[in-house]
Structure formats: C-alpha cells, structure tokens
C-alpha cells in the first residue's frame, strides 16, 4: 500500500515576500503621492477585499480608491510604484528554493490572500514556481482566508487529509484557521524555527 505523502502548504506575504499591499506601503504612498491617508485608507478598506477574492482588477481597485478626483501623477506610476513594494525577506525564499531541489518529491503549495494582479507578478518577479507546485490565491479561487473554504479547497487539490497537511503563516489568526480543520499549522516568526520543522517533513516513497 503507497504511503500517504506530506503536503506543506505556505503562505506567501509575510513569510518568503513582504506583504504585497501592506499598511506600511500605503502611508508610503499616501506620503510620495500626496494622498489624504485616512480618506484613502478608509476606501481601501471598503474595497481590497473585493479585489483580493478577484471580483474586480487592480486597475478598478486604484481607480476607486485613488483616483475618485484629478491627480497630479498618473495611474500607470501608481500601478508601478504598488508591484515596487514586494520585496524578498531576508533568508527564507532562498533557502526554500534550495531545499525544494532536494526534496523534488514533496509538493509546496501556496494558501495566499493576493489579488490577481499582484499575485501573478510577484510569482514571476520571484520565481516562486521554483518553490511552489501549485498555487492557491484568493484573486484566482474567489475565497479568501480565514474562510474555511479556501483550506478545504487546496487540501482537495493536494488529495490529502488533513493530518499529512503542514501549514505555516505570518499571521497566528490564520494558521489557527487551518489548525480547526486538523493541519499541522505554525505561526511563522523566525527563519530558523520554520526551517527546523520544514526539514523533519517526510518524503513519500518511490
């Protein structure tokens, strides 16, 4: 009888990248671009999550939320200067990278909340496909974390029950979401101890 293989399943923002639209970048933003913060934040909050489950582009999220009235810039140099802020924390995504090339035979699978359009360029700008086998993004499956559904989906995908299923996230409130339906699911808070659980992962037999 074939073992049941291990599936490690990783957030993307927050644990290889930056987060691809995080508060930090939107006080940048609001301070380059000469925005009003509070009023452009208060529309961001009203709209991202309708891009990140994909219902609208990027280019309808940026026209909502910033350009509501004449600028003085335009949306191109916005669009570039929102993809300028993902950047590669320091350790991880090499290292996984390696390791991926030595453990060929245990699937990696993304569970991330990105839009559509941040999502396929950070993939390419990184090359996440060196790391990833397959990729499960609010932007492209329509739900997002914490919904149970988005979990249920890529457990689906990878045809594995739960217990064979590792999880790791930035945020405690989303891998908790992932323990209540029986992943083994980590808060990632430091290079060092995710590596050290990633590396005791078993490899399926051949």
Known sequence: MTAIPTVLFLDIGGVLLSNAWGHESR???????????????????????????????????????????????????????????????????????????????????????????????RIEKFQLHRCFDAFVSSGEVGMRKPDPGIFQLAMGIAKVPPDHCYYFDDRIILAQAAGRLGMNAYQHTDLETTKGIIKKLSIPDK
């Open 27 to 121: 006080e940048k933003a609001a301070e380059l671009f000469n925005l009003d913060f509070k009023e452009t934040e208060h529309l961001h909050n009203f709209i991202f999550n309708v891009y990140e489950i994909g219902k609208i582009t990027l280019d309808e999220y940026i026209e909502i939320v910033v350009f509501n009235k004449e600028r003085n810039f335009t949306r191109e140099s916005f669009r570039e200067f929102m993809f300028a802020q993902s950047v590669e924390l320091p350790g991880m995504l090499q290292w996984l990278k390696e390791w991926k090339t030595e453990n060929k035979d245990l699937r990696v699978i993304s569970i991330n909340n990105e839009g559509k359009d941040l999502n396929d360029y």
